[in-house]
């Protein structure tokens, strides 16, 4: 089961990582989330989550930042290479399944869109 592990080398940790990340990445809008996608030149992709208490409570938030993790946990080798991404859950919005999770980051990881240049 090699590479479908989540090491911390492949998360982004540092505060000012996540603000460069949100300030000059690509962003995309799914119904539940925001994506932010921006070239690290490091070599692995990293993720990031930010999910606001104004989301709902603790339960639902751990929930929706495990199906994010498990997604991309599981389709590592599919996602953008060398790049940061990261996921922010929409206020109001609840990802009911991991399916759901999967059908919306898919569109924007999978499809092409954060491939592409800006402009």
Known sequence: MAGRSFPK???ILRPADFERVRRRGRRFFTPSYVVY???NGLGV???GLSVSARTGGAVRRNRNK???REFFRLNYDRLVPSADILVSLRRGYRVASYDDAV???GTVLFA???RRPKG
Request: net charge positive; aromatic share 0%; hydrophobic share 45%.
């Open 45 to 47: 992709t990293r993720l």
């Open 66 to 68: 495990r199906l994010v």
């Open 112 to 114: 092409g869109k954060a």
């Open 37 to 39: 996608v921006l070239d």
């Open 103 to 105: 059908r919306e980051l």
């Open 9 to 11: 080398a492949r998360r």
